[in-house]
């Protein structure tokens, strides 16, 4: 198992070269520089003020000699200075990931608390009402997109309805972590997620259930005279579940993304938004800052999925 | 139009009646019998920003979120009034110019302190205007180029700003200028960075007294943490993303504010922002008129209208190779006739602005009407226009130019502004009325800035100016700024004007008559030679609680009278 990480580890290196040629480029693909953005329209400060703050940024050098610069300094764990906070990329991604996590990780759980019973409903009542309707969820879920999903959420529940508050972590004067209040206002995004997961976890996992169900020690342990929430439980269940640990790097992919947008909808102040942000205002050392950390993340998530992996089913020798 | 409420029926009768209104609120309901109540302290006003501050402190300040925030705890000597935006004292009681326009003197108001009781001097000044001087991240240094010694304190070669004294135990500051600069007082009053630091915390981070001039403030962990205020609110809480969290400042000098606690709130977009405000979580915010007929009908809230120091236009490039006609001022001012503003303005902002007719807008002190063009739409005159200068009508009802081409030409804008994107759809069917055809391009932002920068081949664009509260057209208008980066992107080249704006700035008679005729020489001009095709400013829509008592938002300021607001339970 050791010498299966380290290769993982390894083969991740080139990877990981290639986000940082590919964040970089991308991020100075598209015309002007942050100073003009910045100071746009600006007419009190001169052509030469300027400069001069372009120089201080470390803006007037080539790109080629700003890549090596960011490389060595990412060499020293030094993510740079944002350009428009005047403080470290580092520390303001840091103060965001645990809000993100929030989200991510309560979607994750109400995706697989709703998605796997679902998905074994589906199967069992095959060509059932219950399976149509499960089918029809999936596919609408899929369909739609979660910023419009988000969108009309806020607009119905929360500003028409009042039902909802309109986004943030708590309400104004209110600062609480575990209560209520944050509770209600996690609801939204994580209700809004989750339904992207929710609709993707049935489908595979009903294939797979099928699937398992008609295999021999399945009717073993039937004959064995085990009741069915037994053999649905520890021999179809656990079978099954096999591709839907597979999956669930892809899931964690789309909750990445998903929040991206769904924190500017709900006005949750994540990592999804700042990267927007300072995406939109090509403030280059946060975006790169984010990404490359996101990219670590998601790295160590395809890792700890192929553990997984090995660890949910025994028969696959880890190579 | 009818689907309006009465607040904008109000609203456009006072426009209609006097455009120039000096006094640019429109409050509807009974304003008048809320002021008579007695006021009730207490309770927390909540106002909103789409980004957080990236500083609050102002030498290094550079965008309207981080001033947002600081301007409630870091004030300047002066301000500009709220209504007029003429210059007048704030911490400073008295402020006199010399006769030579050298030597600007500032006499502070007696008892001024901060809010932790030690006491306001211009030394904070003096640290503050030396901080400007030795950032690197500050765009600020310009204001100081004709401050004696700002220089030489830059490089190094001085410990202080010699040009720069304090004397009367802390109470008069001297500033002594190597020629004159008009718009000094303005931009002097806040030592160049807008807002004055307090210099018994800053210091021991950064030591102004020294020749190091590697070191600066530009990276003191005070910048997110400001440890005192001179203004009506004290900073208490960040937290990124959330809110800015303040207190009131009981020793304010214009008194201790009735309201406890501000909240600026933090929302993504202006979306949002209008959200929380139809809600209610917000106390009082600005609204885009396409978000007028939905805000105006709810009942908790109030409507407030003003004039802005801002306006739209299309700028057109006389040095175009691909359209030489734009050379001619005829053909501009073809171009101004051909356009149906009035529609314009009823589409976008439904009637809620003013036609401009020149650079200065007309709440500026400097505007001066008389004289100026009032160009009506007008399709035989924009015809006859193009005709004179030469242009003859070609079989597919498009102008032919001089030298034989057809007179089409791009006219370009940023994507995902409504109002822009509104105009230039405008300006294709109107132009093609008068036989120019237009091709329209929508491109980002960036691109849009980078495109029409000076020395770049472009021909027509969409933009608008934000104009500060002294009039200064320089930077846009003076044939020198052509370089790369720099404002005068239609190449602009009118000698008279060069003169006017150069008189503007360096006097040597710096009175207001003196500036504003100098103004006025350069609108007059403007308005014939029509590098611009100037289009109308648009009001400034505001909404608030119906709670908030003496909000009195102005085209200059929305918190001048921060310390009397109060809200009625």
């Known amino acids: 198992m050791g010498r299966f990480v380290a290769r993982r580890l390894v083969q991740a290196i080139p990877t990981f070269f290639g986000v940082l040629v590919l964040t970089f480029l991308l991020s100075r693909l598209s015309p002007s520089d942050p100073v003009q953005l910045m100071l746009a329209g ?47 990329a580092l520390q303001l991604i840091l103060e965001r990931i645990p809000n993100s996590l929030q989200i991510s990780l309560a979607a994750l759980v109400v995706t697989v608390a709703v998605g796997v019973p679902l998905g074994v409903v589906a199967a069992l009542r095959r060509g059932r009402a219950e399976d149509h309707f499960i089918r029809v969820f999936s596919v609408a879920g899929h369909a739609i997109p979660q910023f419009w999903l988000g969108l009309i959420f806020v607009l119905t529940l929360a500003v028409q309805l009042r039902w909802f508050p309109i986004g943030s972590m708590n309400a104004v004067g209110v600062d609480c972590g575990l209560c209520w209040d944050r509770f209600v206002h996690l609801l939204g995004p994580v209700l809004v997620i989750s339904i992207a997961g929710i609709a993707n976890l049935p489908r595979i996992l009903r294939t797979e259930v099928l699937e398992v169900i008609s295999q021999d020690y399945v009717r073993t342990a039937r004959s064995k005279g085990l009741g069915e929430p037994m053999v649905v439980a520890v021999h179809v269940l656990r079978n099954a579940l096999i591709p839907v640990v597979t999956s669930f790097g892809t899931i964690l992919l789309v909750f990445f993304s998903g929040s991206l947008i769904i924190e500017r909808v709900f006005n949750w102040p994540g990592l999804g938004r700042l990267t927007f942000e300072a995406a939109v205002s090509k403030d280059y050392p946060v975006v790169q800052a984010s990404v490359v950390i996101s990219s670590v993340l998601l790295i160590l998530s395809y890792l700890l999925r192929d553990i997984a992996y090995a660890w949910v089913d025994p028969r696959i020798k880890v190579r | 139009m009818r689907r309006f409420s009465a607040i904008l029926g109000v609203a456009l009768m006072v426009a209609v009646s006097c455009t120039q209104a000096p006094t640019g609120t429109i409050p509807s309901g009974s304003s008048a019998a809320s002021a008579a109540e007695q006021p009730q302290p207490g309770g927390r006003l909540v106002l909103s920003a789409t980004g957080d501050p990236k500083t609050m402190q102002p030498v290094i300040s550079t965008d309207t979120q981080s001033s947002a925030i600081w301007q409630w705890f870091y004030l300047g000597l002066t301000r500009a009034n709220s209504k007029t935006g003429q ?109 004055i630091l307090p210099s018994k915390f800053f210091k021991p981070k950064w030591d102004n007294k020294s020749t190091d001039a590697t070191k600066n403030i530009d990276d003191v962990d005070l910048n997110m943490n400001p440890p005192v205020s001179m203004g009506p609110f004290v900073f ?17 000098f214009r008194g ?17 922002v209008k959200n929380a405000l139809v809600t209610g979580e917000v106390t009082y915010a600005g609204v885009e008129a396409k978000d007028y007929d939905e805000v105006s009908k709810v009942d908790a809230l109030k409507g407030y209208r003003y004039k802005s120091s801002s306006y ?67 399709v035989a005159k924009a015809k006859s226009l193009l005709e004179k200068a030469g242009a003859k009508m070609g079989p597919d009802g498009i102008y032919r ?64 100016w934000s104009l500060g ?10 044939s020198s700024q052509q370089g790369k980066g720099q404002f005068n992107n239609v190449g602009y ?62 085209t200059y300021s929305t918190i001048w009278n921060a310390e009397k607001w109060w809200l009625k339970k």
């Open chain 2, 87 to 195: 210059t007048e004292g704030n911490l400073a009681e008295k402020i006199e110019l010399s006769k030579d326009g050298l030597t600007l003197t500032y006499t502070l108001r007696d008892n001024l302190v901060w809010s932790d009781g030690s006491p306001f001097t211009g030394d904070d000044y003096k640290y503050t205007a030396e901080a400007v001087m030795r950032s690197k991240k500050t765009t600020r240094q310009s204001t100081f180029a004709n401050v004696v010694g700002a220089q030489d304190y830059k490089e190094g070669k001085a410990d202080e700003i010699k040009g720069i004294q304090v004397s009367n135990g802390g109470k008069t500051i001297t500033i002594q200028f190597t020629k004159v600069f008009c718009p000094a007082t303005a931009a002097m009053g806040g030592a160049g960075a807008g807002g």
């Open chain 2, 493 to 554: 080249v009118n000698p008279a004007v060069d003169k006017a704006l150069e008189d503007n700035r360096n006097g040597p008679d710096c009175s207001q008559d003196a500036r504003k005729k100098a103004n006025h020489t350069v609108d007059l001009a403007l308005n014939q030679d029509a590098p611009y095709t100037f289009l109308y400013s648009q009001d400034t829509l505001a909404f608030a609680s119906k709670q908030l008592q003496n909000f009195d938002p102005n």
């Open chain 1, 42 to 88: 600006n007419t009190e400060v001169t052509s030469e003020d300027r400069e001069g703050l372009r120089r201080a940024l470390g803006l007037d050098q080539p790109l080629p000699v700003q890549f090596f610069v960011w490389v060595w300094q990412l060499a020293h764990l030094d993510f740079g200075q944002s350009i428009y906070y005047h403080r470290p």
């Open chain 2, 256 to 272: 201790a504010p009735l309201i406890d606690e501000l909240v600026v709130k933090v929302y993504a977009d202006a979306t949002a």
């Open chain 2, 401 to 464: 130019w001089t030298d034989g081409q057809p007179m089409k030409m791009r006219i370009e804008t940023n994507q995902g502004n409504n109002a822009r994107e509104t105009i230039l759809q405008f300006a294709q069917d109107q132009y093609k009325q008068i036989g120019i055809q237009i091709d329209p391009l929508l491109e980002s932002f960036n691109a849009l800035l980078d495109r029409t920068d000076p020395g770049t081949d472009f021909e027509g664009f969409i933009l608008g």
């Open chain 2, 236 to 252: 208490k809480e960040f937290k990124p993303g959330v809110q800015v969290t303040m207190t009131k400042n009981d020793k304010y």
């Open chain 2, 312 to 378: 739209n236009y299309i700028g057109w490039n006389a040095k175009a190779a691909k359209a030489p006609w734009l050379a001619n001022k005829d053909v501009r001012q073809a171009l101004w006739y051909g356009i149906n503003v009035d529609a314009i303005m009823k589409k976008i902002v439904f009637g809620l602005g003013t036609q401009v007719y020149a650079h200065n807008p007309p709440v500026s002190w400097a505007y001066d009407p008389t004289g100026l063009t009032q160009y009506t739409y007008d």
């Open chain 2, 469 to 478: 509260a002294d009039p200064d057209p320089f930077s846009i208008w003076h």
